[in-house]
């Protein structure tokens, strides 16, 4: 398979973005929503923040939203305190339960005439402001619509991970909706025109009883109220998706079917992007799944980073035959690479 790899990649990285505050630090530029608008090529980054200094004496230093909703609060951990597991650089666990986050996320544009080049802009343009958003916002989504981009994101809290909705017509002014689905669940994607007469989503809830983090499809009238959820597809037996699974890029209407771009993760933690090939009238139906991942990490800036072995899309355009993807790299950067869809479409089975 030729997967061609931009030779400037990664296009953003965590040195391209400025902080939201002097104090803070960005350590990651990721999992960014995809869209065109205006002649440019958007990417909706997800940008993590932590603070500068890693705290006095030992400590471990987390930002969350205030109570108020109005500011940042710091919450200091004694990083010699035996009740916390500080292992992960990502998370604070106490009782193998995640009692906070290290970073922060929030929403930042980048904008771009050739789709290489990007130029960040200076303020976020979406940040946590409510409490299901007091550990911050992650991962959005871009769906178009007409001329709305309608953006669903996960919404992280104490409670755990929701899923928000929030929409823009010139990635200038946004307005957010609320929650569209309530947790446990993220990897939320709008098909980009109603089927049927309705809106249908993927999405990922995650149990905690029993059964897998796998993936859904949900229908609605009108983006607020949400129903006919079924069963879409559960992982593999064994290999690359055997442990979990979620939607990645919004689905690509083609002539053989809704083109969905998923990522897989291995038992070891290793991300991939796969495909399935939805019914173009019932998207419930699965037509074909991949048998093997279409893109891989395999270069130095997705096997090493802030959370290495991991290629992660929220987006991807289509130009003529060949699908542009946008991935987060390692849970740090932005990378891109084009695939030509019949090298997709050659995974199915």
Request: proline share 7%.
């Amino acid at each position: 398979m030729a997967i061609l790899r931009c030779d400037r990649n990664p296009v953003v990285k965590p040195s391209d973005v400025p902080p939201s505050r002097p104090d803070f630090q960005v350590v990651g530029a990721f999992n960014a929503g995809v869209a065109s608008h205006g002649g440019e090529t958007i990417l909706l980054l997800r940008v993590a923040e932590a603070p500068i200094s890693g705290g006095q004496n030992g400590e471990v230093l987390v930002p969350l939203l205030n109570e108020r909703g109005d500011d940042i609060a710091i919450e200091r951990f004694d990083a010699g305190d035996t009740r916390y597991d500080f292992s992960d650089s990502r998370v604070v666990f106490e009782n193998g339960i995640v009692a906070a986050l290290t970073s922060l996320s929030h929403f930042r544009v980048a904008r771009s005439k050739d789709g290489v080049h990007f130029t960040v802009d200076r303020e976020p343009a979406l940040f946590p402001r409510f409490p299901s958003e007091a550990w911050g916002i992650e991962d959005p989504r871009i769906t178009q619509i007409g001329d709305v981009y309608y953006i669903a994101y996960s919404s992280v809290s104490p409670r755990g991970v929701a899923v928000g909705l929030a929409e823009t017509r010139d990635f200038r002014a946004f307005k957010r909706r609320g929650l569209m689905l309530p947790p446990e669940n993220k990897d939320v994607a709008l098909f980009p025109e109603k089927i049927n007469g309705k809106y249908v989503a993927l999405h990922r809830p995650v149990p905690r009883s029993f059964g897998a983090p796998e993936m859904w499809i949900a229908e609605s009238p009108d983006l607020a109220h949400w129903g006919n959820h079924r069963f879409l597809m559960g992982l593999s037996d064994n290999g690359w998706d055997s442990a979990r699974m979620g939607g990645g890029a919004v689905p690509i209407r083609t002539q053989r079917g809704w083109l969905v771009l998923y990522h897989g993760a291995s038992a070891d933690y290793r991300y991939c992007m796969g495909a399935a090939l939805l019914d173009l009238e019932d998207p419930g139906v699965v037509l074909a799944r991949s048998n093997r991942p279409f893109l891989e990490p395999e270069a130095d800036y997705e096997v090493d980073g802030f959370f290495g072995g991991v290629v992660f899309s929220c987006g991807a355009l289509t130009v003529g035959d060949t699908v542009r993807m946008y991935y987060g790299a390692a849970d740090e950067a932005m990378a891109m690479a084009d695939i030509l869809l019949k090298d997709i479409f050659d995974t199915l089975d």
